[in-house]
Every structure is written in structure tokens, then in C-alpha cells.
């Protein structure tokens, strides 16, 4: 445990953008982020295209480059951290995300926003395959499916969910 206290951390946001993301979780999470100490702060932001495997296979539509609905939220903007453009679920589909992490010396990864029953939940278990502890921080993860418990549920047998060691999610 006194291992995990003193490792180097990073606060993962991810996908803060209106396509997912309600205003206000937006807010709240970029106060968290403005009076919790983290080595490091990067953020995704998913990007769609015709090509990607999200569109091809599940169709999905939204989030192109230019559109409204994929840019990042300002108060996101305004914590200065480093943005990384992904086009797959997972956090480490981002070009330059792993580069970041390993310059900063990164061991524990703290994640944080939209959707927790799909890139939360794949961003997990990606950081664990790459040997990162992970935490997953309840009160600022959303779904915009409306399965956020389920992907909570997943996430807890992982026993990275803060809250839900204590029974909250």
C-alpha cells in the first residue's frame, strides 16, 4: 500500500466533450483536478471517422473533427493539461498518450469521465495489460448510455474503484 501512496500519478479525463459529457460533470471534474495533487494530467478527446473501427463497426456517427459535439469543454481547456486525440475506445489509442505517461514516470493512472461502460471500462483494463495500477474515481465517471452502473459493477472486480471498495458507485 505504501507503494501505491508514493508512485507517480496521472489524472486521466476522458473524452470531456459534449457528445458524452454533461456540462456540469465537466465542471466538476475540473475542480477535482484543480485541488488534487497529480504528477500528470492528460486528456482525450475521441475523434470520429469513416475509417475508425468505432464507426465502421458500430456505426456510430458522431464526433467528427470539426464538429460542435467533439470539441474539448473550456473548463477542461483551462487546466493546461495535455490533449491527446484517440479514434478507438481506449485511452492508449491516442497517439502520444504512452510517450507522455513513460516521460513523466507514470506508475498509477487515475481515471475519470465519459463513457464508464465503454472507453472508461476499455481504458482500464488496457492500463492494467500495460502495467499501470489504476483508479477509477466514481463521482466524476459518467454514461451517456445510461450504464454507468453496469460499468461500475465490471470496473469494481477490478478493485480500482475508489468508492466502491466502500460500497458507493
Partial sequence: ILYCIMMKTALVVVDPQPAFMSPSLAKAIA???KTTHYNAVAVTRFVN?????????????GCFSHSKESKIYECIRELNARVFTKSGNAIF????????LSKNQIKKIVLCGTDTDCCVLASAFAALDRGF?????????????????????????LNAVAAAREGKY
Fill in 49 to 61: 471517422s469513416r475509417n475508425s473501427m468505432v464507426f465502421r463497426q458500430t456505426g456510430y456517427g
Fill in 31 to 33: 475542480r477535482h483536478a
Fill in 133 to 157: 495500477f489504476v483508479e477509477i474515481l466514481p463521482k466524476y465517471c459518467a454514461s451517456s448510455s445510461g450504464r454507468h452502473k453496469e460499468g461500475m459493477k465490471i470496473l469494481k472486480q
Fill in 93 to 100: 489509442t491516442a497517439r502520444g498518450l504512452s510517450a507522455f
